[in-house]
C-alpha cells in the first residue's frame, strides 16, 4: 500500500476501540439458509466474526474523524475478502459467486466503506487484470492484490462523465514501446493509497483501451477528495495523468470498448446487490433489539402497532432482497446472469436499504441519530451506494431497455 | 509432535433452549450449532500453534452423527491436518470417554487436548474420564502451555495464584480461558478443508451408567419490588416470609 505523507497522517491520528458488544445477529425468515452450502455458511461466520473483532469496535470513530482504517487491507486479505471468486493460483479464493456475494454481505454489515475497499480490490482491479490481463500482467500482480501487498483502484468516471463514460476524454497516444497517457478521473475508491490503477482511456481510434498505471510513473498523482458526509471510513480521491509513459507491457491485450469495464462493474454491482442488504439487516437487528428494550407508556415500542408495521415492512423487504440475490446468485455461478438483471437487484437492495435505514431511524427516535447506534452511518453511506457504480436511475432505464429493447438513455 | 483436540458441537450461546418427549430431551428444532469455544478457541488454536512450532500434526476427533461433519469442517479450516468422527450418538460423558480412549489408544497420541467444559451440560467430566480410561496424566483448566521435548511446562489457575506444573507426554489436558486466541478461519482454509481428511469410524462397545430423567427450566426471574426507605419492617417481612432467606 502506498503512503503518502497526507495519509501517514491519517494512520498515526488516534482510532479509539469501543468497548460495547457488537450483538448483531442475522435474520433468515425464509430459511434461505437450507439453500445455501456449509462453505458459505461457514464463510458468513467467519467474516462476521472478524467483522465483529475488527470493524465494529473502530468504524464509528473512523467514520466520525474520517480516517481509512487502511491497517484493515491487509485483514480483508488474510481473511480473504479480495477476489474469493477468482482462482486460487491468481491470488483468488476459489469460492463460487454466492460466497462473494455472502462475503460482500458480511462487510456491508459492518460498514459500505469496508465493504467497498474490497470491492474495488477484487472486482474492479483483480477481476479486469484476470479477465483481460495478459498472462505476465497476471502473475505479476493478481498474486499480490490477493494478498494485499498491492491496493489497486479502477479509473472510469471522469469529472465530467459519470452515468456516459462513453464520452470520457482521458486518451492514451502510442509513443514507442510505451502510450503517453492524459486525463483526469474522478470519484476513485482507494486511489490515494492505491499502489496501481486500472484506467481507461481512448486510443488514437476512438476505442476504450484498459491500461495499468503504477504509483510512481512520472505525471501520475492521485490527490484526496476531501469533505465527504458519506463513506467517510473509506479513501477516495481522483487520478491525474499528465503525460504519464505507460508502457505497452501494461495495456490490457486485447479488450477494446465499454464492454470491458462494464463487465468489471457488472461483477462489482453483483457483490453491492448482496452488500447492501447487509446494511439493511443491520438497521433492522438494531432497531428490532432497541424496540423490544425501549419502553414507552409502560410497554416496549415493538408492542405499538407502527412499530410493528415498520418493523414487518422491513423484513418483508429484507427477505424479498435475499431471495433475489440469491437466485442471482445461481445464475452467475451457471455463467448466467445478465448484466441487466444484476441492475435490477443492485438498485432494489440499495432502494430497500435506505428506506430501512429511515425507518430504523425513526424506531430509533433520537438515539437513531447518534453515533451509538450504526444507523445514520449506514444511511449515509448507502446514499453513495445509491448513486455509485450506476445511479438509481440509471439502472431503471437498464430494466426498461431490457423490458421494452427502446433505449431510453439517448 | 501428534496432537489430538477432541471438538463437541453445542449449541449457539444465543438459542432459545426448550425440551421434548416429556421434558426428556433437548428440542433442537430451529437451533444453530457452533464447536464449543473452549475446544475451538483454547484446545485447538493452541494444539495448532505447538504444531507450527514443532511440526506434527493436529487431529480433530468428535464423537457425533454426520450432521457434526459442519463443526469438524471449521476445525480443518481453521488449520487442522485431518479429522475422526466416531459415528454416534454422543450419550453421556462416560460414552463419549470410551469412544475418545478407543480412538487416542490406537493413534498414540502426545496430547490430549479438550476444552474445560462444553458450554451446554458443563459437566467437565469428559476429560478427566478420558485420562483415566487411558491412564495418562490429567492437567485440568489449563491456562498456559509450552513443551519442550517430552516435558510439558503447563499453568493453571487457582484461588489467588497460580499453579505450574511439569508432565510428561503423553497425557490428557482441559484448555481454558487464556490458552490462546481465537483464530477465525479465512476463504482459503474453508475451500482446503473440503479436501482434508475426514474418517468416520464405527463406535465400540460402551455401557451408559446414566440416563436423563428429565430437564427443567430455571424459574424465571420475578419483578422487582421497590421498598420505601422509610419502611423497613416491611423489608424484613417480605425476605422473611416471601423470600424465606431470614
Given at each position: ?16 476501540r ?15 439458509d ?21 470493524v ?13 482504517p487502511?491497517?484493515?487491507y ?17 491470488g483468488g479464493?476459489?469460492?463460487d459467486?454466492?460466497?462473494?456475494g455472502?462475503?460482500?454481505?458480511e462487510?456491508e ?12 480490490q ?11 490481463g ?20 479502477f ?25 503517453i ?10 486511489s ?24 510512481g ?10 469533505g465527504k ?11 491525474v495523468f499528465?503525460?504519464v509513459?505507460?508502457?505497452k ?6 479488450i477494446?470498448?465499454?464492454?470491458g ?13 448482496w ?29 405499538f402497532?407502527?412499530t ?23 445464475l ?17 437492495s ?11 431511524r425513526?424506531i ?6 447518534t ?12 446514499e ?13 432505464l437498464i430494466?426498461?431497455?431490457d423490458?421494452?429493447?427502446?433505449n431510453?438513455?439517448? | 509432535?501428534?496432537?489430538?483436540v477432541?471438538?463437541?458441537?453445542t ?5 432459545k ?16 450449532f ?13 494444539a495448532?500453534e ?19 461433519d ?14 475422526i ?6 450419550k453421556?460423558?462416560l ?12 493413534g498414540?497420541y502426545?496430547?490430549?487436548?479438550l476444552g ?8 467437565s467430566?469428559v ?14 483448566y ?5 513443551i ?15 499453579e ?10 482441559s ?5 490462546a ?9 474453508i ?20 440416563t436423563?430423567?428429565t ?17 423497613m419492617?416491611?423489608l424484613?417481612?417480605l425476605?422473611?416470609e ?5
Amino acid at each position: 500500500m502506498y503512503v503518502d505523507s497526507d495519509v501517514k497522517g491519517i494512520m498515526n491520528g488516534t482510532i479509539h476501540r469501543r468497548a460495547r458488544e457488537d450483538r448483531y445477529q442475522g435474520h433468515d425468515y425464509y430459511n434461505i439458509d437450507d439453500l445455501l452450502t456449509d462453505d458459505h455458511l461457514m464463510a458468513r461466520d467467519a467474516v462476521r466474526a472478524w467483522v465483529k473483532q475488527e470493524v465494529t469496535p473502530i468504524i464509528e470513530d473512523c467514520s466520525e474523524q474520517a480516517k481509512c482504517p487502511t491497517h484493515l487491507y491487509k485483514g480483508l486479505a488474510e481473511i480473504g475478502a479480495f477476489g474469493p471468486s477468482l482462482p486460487v493460483e491468481y491470488g483468488g479464493g476459489g469460492m463460487d459467486e454466492i460466497a462473494y456475494g455472502i462475503i460482500m454481505q458480511e462487510l456491508e454489515r459492518g460498514d459500505s466503506g469496508i465493504r467497498s475497499m474490497a470491492s474495488v480490490q477484487g472486482s474492479l482491479v483483480m477481476y479486469p487484470i484476470y479477465k483481460f490481463g495478459s498472462e505476465e500482467q497476471r502473475k505479476r500482480f493478481l498474486p499480490k492484490l490477493g494478498s494485499g501487498e498491492y491496493i489497486g483502484c479502477f479509473g472510469l468516471t471522469e469529472p465530467d462523465h459519470g452515468s456516459d463514460p462513453s464520452s470520457m476524454i482521458t486518451n492514451i497516444k502510442e509513443d514507442g514501446d510505451h502510450y503517453i497517457l492524459n486525463g483526469a478521473k474522478m470519484w476513485i475508491t482507494n486511489s490515494p493509497v492505491a499502489d496501481i490503477a486500472v484506467v481507461w482511456a481512448k486510443d488514437e481510434e476512438g476505442k476504450i483501451r484498459g491500461l495499468i498505471v503504477e504509483r510512481g510513473m512520472e505525471g501520475f498523482s492521485t490527490p484526496e477528495i476531501h469533505g465527504k458526509l458519506s463513506l467517510r471510513a473509506s479513501i477516495t480521491g481522483e487520478l491525474v495523468f499528465e503525460d504519464v509513459r505507460v508502457p505497452k507491457a501494461n495495456v490490457f491485450p486485447d479488450i477494446r470498448g465499454l464492454r470491458g469495464p462494464l463487465s468489471c462493474l457488472s461483477k462489482a454491482r453483483y457483490g453491492i446487490a448482496w452488500g447492501t442488504i447487509g446494511a439493511a439487516l443491520d438497521c433492522y437487528d438494531s432497531a428490532l433489539r432497541y424496540s423490544m428494550e425501549r419502553e414507552q407508556f409502560g410497554k416496549p415500542i415493538a408492542q405499538f402497532q407502527l412499530t410493528q408495521k415498520k418493523l414487518a415492512e422491513m423484513i418483508t423487504e429484507i427477505t424479498k432482497a435475499q431471495l433475489l440475490v440469491w437466485r442471482l446468485g445461481t445464475l452467475a455461478n451457471k455463467g448466467k446472469a445478465t448484466p441487466a438483471q444484476i441492475s435490477m437487484a443492485k438498485r432494489n437492495s440499495c432502494e430497500i436499504a435506505l428506506k430501512i435505514a429511515r425507518e430504523a431511524r425513526q424506531i430509533h427516535g433520537g438515539m437513531g441519530i447518534t453515533n451509538e447506534y450504526p444507523i445514520m452511518r449506514h444511511m449515509m453511506n448507502l446514499e453513495t451506494v445509491l448513486t455509485y457504480e450506476g445511479t438509481h436511475d440509471i439502472h431503471l432505464l437498464i430494466t426498461g431497455m431490457d423490458v421494452t429493447g427502446l433505449n431510453g438513455f439517448k | 509432535m501428534k496432537l489430538l483436540v477432541c471438538v463437541s458441537k453445542t449449541p449457539e450461546t444465543t438459542a432459545k433452549i426448550a425440551f421434548t418427549n416429556n421434558d426428556s430431551e433437548f428440542d433442537t428444532s430451529g437451533v444453530q450449532f457452533i464447536m464449543n469455544p473452549y475446544d475451538e478457541w483454547y484446545a485447538l488454536v493452541r494444539a495448532l500453534e505447538l504444531k507450527e512450532q514443532l511440526g506434527g500434526s493436529v487431529t480433530i476427533l468428535n464423537v457425533g452423527p454426520a450432521s457434526n461433519d459442519a463443526v469438524i469442517r471449521k476445525g480443518l479450516a481453521i488449520g487442522a491436518d485431518d479429522a475422526i468422527r466416531v459415528n454416534a450418538e454422543p450419550k453421556s460423558s462416560l460414552y463419549v470417554a470410551k469412544q475418545i480412549a478407543a480412538v487416542a489408544k490406537e493413534g498414540g497420541y502426545d496430547v490430549i487436548f479438550l476444552g474445560k467444559e462444553s458450554i451446554d451440560y458443563n459437566g467437565s467430566e469428559v476429560s478427566a474420564m478420558t485420562a483415566e480410561l487411558l491412564d495418562m496424566p490429567f492437567i485440568s483448566y489449563a491456562t498456559k502451555m509450552d513443551i519442550d521435548g517430552s516435558t510439558a511446562t503447563i499453568e493453571r489457575e487457582i484461588e489467588g495464584g497460580t499453579e505450574v506444573l511439569e508432565v510428561d507426554t503423553p497425557f490428557v489436558l482441559s484448555a481454558a480461558k487464556g490458552m490462546a486466541e481465537q483464530r477465525i478461519p479465512n476463504m482459503r482454509g474453508i475451500m482446503m478443508a473440503k479436501r482434508k481428511p475426514l474418517k468416520v469410524v464405527e463406535a465400540v462397545e460402551a455401557n451408559d451408567l446414566t440416563t436423563v430423567a428429565t430437564y427443567t427450566m430455571p424459574p424465571s426471574k420475578t419483578e422487582v419490588k421497590m421498598i420505601d426507605p422509610e419502611n423497613m419492617d416491611e423489608l424484613v417481612r417480605l425476605l422473611h416470609e416471601e423470600s424465606k432467606v431470614i
